[in-house]
């Protein structure tokens, strides 16, 4: 309902207020939804040896430092590295509740977020292309994204029909899909992206991450989550206010180091929220 009411209020609505929408929503939920994966991992390892816990801290600290250098030294295979693990982890938070854990349902999750990936990029290819060409230096053709969008919905739309777990969500995911498809055509590139993964990844994310915490999701639940990331929270919240002052946007190193802040969020979260879901699971 709300991916439809944007769709038909995007158009209207001037750029001024989009810019706003997405820059605020990003800034609060976007965020928000990756601040409390230290949280996670003191939860995961609750009861078990301090050495377990530092453990995973370090390794969790080395894999945000490892990104930030891959993107420095090897942009465009980091840049398929995000794309893949973004990939999985929206796959992975849009159908963890409904499919087991299995070697075939890892597929289809990375399946499912690859169709989002390149339904966007097809649909905002000439914005895309620019952000890829400044980052690796590649220029990629339009024919590309629009048959690895076909391929990959193909695939996806087969997987899904001889899932037993899947099949009775196709039409009512395949429908959601084309709504997606409807927000990524009216706006731009920025607002197509952070519509995504404020309203269809973060929400959900954070209701999850809730019921993992605190066993229940309300708003008690929701003010202590906030108190406890509420540090990660700002610091992530001035850096980027450091950056958006002292950073020139026109730079061509600016997009490097704006995907390697992605990637030194995504990956190490990815992780985080996957051993989130197996402890449930």
């Given amino acids: 309902m709300v991916t439809f009411l944007f769709i038909v209020l995007v158009p209207l609505l001037s750029n001024s207020f989009i810019d706003f929408f997405w820059?605020?929503?990003?800034?609060?939920?976007?965020?928000?939804?990756?601040?409390n994966d230290l949280e996670i991992i003191s939860k995961s390892f609750k009861g078990k040896s301090n050495h377990l816990f530092i453990k995973s801290i370090l390794i969790y600290i080395a894999v945000v430092l490892v990104g930030v250098v891959f993107f420095f030294t090897l942009p465009a295979l980091a840049l398929l590295f995000f794309v893949l693990f973004s990939s999985y982890?929206?796959?992975?938070?849009?159908?963890?509740?409904?499919?087991?854990?299995?070697?075939?349902?890892?597929?289809?999750?990375?399946?499912?977020?690859a169709f989002i990936f390149f339904l966007m990029f097809s649909l905002q290819y000439e914005a895309v292309v620019e952000v890829i060409q400044k980052i690796s230096g590649y220029s990629l053709e339009y024919d590309f994204f629009f048959y690895s969008t076909i391929i990959i919905g193909l695939i996806l739309s087969v997987l899904m029909v001889v899932n037993k777990y899947s099949r009775p969500d196709f039409f009512k995911e395949a429908l959601l899909l084309v709504l997606l498809g409807g927000i990524f055509y009216v706006g731009s590139l920025l607002f197509a992206f952070a519509f995504y993964f404020?309203?269809?990844?973060?929400?959900?994310?954070?209701?999850?991450?809730?019921?993992?915490?605190?066993?229940?999701?309300?708003?008690?639940?929701?003010?202590?989550?906030?108190?406890?990331?509420?540090?990660?929270?700002?610091?992530?919240?001035?850096?980027?206010?450091?950056v958006y002052h002292y950073i020139d946007f026109e730079a061509d190193y600016f997009m490097p180091l704006f995907f390697s802040f992605l990637a030194a969020?995504?990956?190490?979260?990815?992780?985080?929220?996957g051993m989130m879901k197996h402890k449930n699971g």
């Fill in 265 to 273: 969020i995504t990956f190490p979260h990815t992780i985080v929220i």
């Fill in 89 to 113: 982890h929206f796959g992975e938070q849009h159908w963890e509740d409904r499919l087991t854990i299995s070697p075939f349902h890892f597929f289809l999750y990375i399946l499912y977020g």
């Fill in 23 to 35: 820059g605020f929503g990003v800034l609060t939920l976007g965020i928000l939804h990756g601040a």
């Fill in 198 to 242: 404020v309203v269809w990844h973060s929400i959900p994310s954070l209701l999850d991450q809730l019921k993992f915490l605190y066993g229940e999701m309300n708003f008690d639940s929701f003010l202590k989550y906030l108190k406890s990331s509420l540090i990660y929270w700002m610091a992530s919240l001035v850096s980027l206010f450091l």
